[in-house]
């Protein structure tokens, strides 16, 4: 069974920064896109970054400056560099890696929670 773990998160200073990290527990990432997504207290889940396995990222505009996300194909790892943290940044972290060709699919980590207050 496939698993994604999430850690990294925690309790911060508003303009600190926190790196959160994604293992998978197989190799999931050929021709997947693995992102990072968030969803605050009584919020929607929102995409924060994505890289594509051939290393396209893509970012939530209000995070473009602030987040940096990467992967390594050979750990199996997903990372999310988050600088500035505000607090609204709050919110449980979620890693996907979800693949759009045949074999299709989509896994979610259990997330991590982020915290950005003084």
């Known amino acids: 069974q496939v698993q994604l773990v999430e850690s990294g998160g925690g309790l911060v200073q508003p303009g600190g920064s926190l790196r959160l990290s994604c293992a998978a527990s197989?190799?999931?990432?050929?021709?997947?896109?693995m992102g990072w997504y968030r969803q605050a207290p009584g919020g929607q889940r929102e995409m924060v970054a994505t890289?594509?396995?051939?290393?396209?990222?893509n970012y939530a505009s209000s995070m473009k400056d602030r987040f940096t996300i990467s992967a390594d194909n050979r750990k199996l790892m997903v990372y999310l560099e988050m600088n500035d943290l505000k607090p609204e940044d709050t919110a449980v972290y979620y890693c996907?890696?979800?693949?759009?060709?045949?074999?299709?699919?989509?896994?979610w980590g259990q997330g991590t929670q982020v915290t950005v207050s003084s």
């Open positions: 996907n890696v979800r693949r759009r060709v045949t074999p299709t699919y989509s896994y």
């Open positions: 197989t190799n999931i990432f050929s021709a997947a896109t």
């Open positions: 890289i594509t396995s051939g290393g396209t990222e």
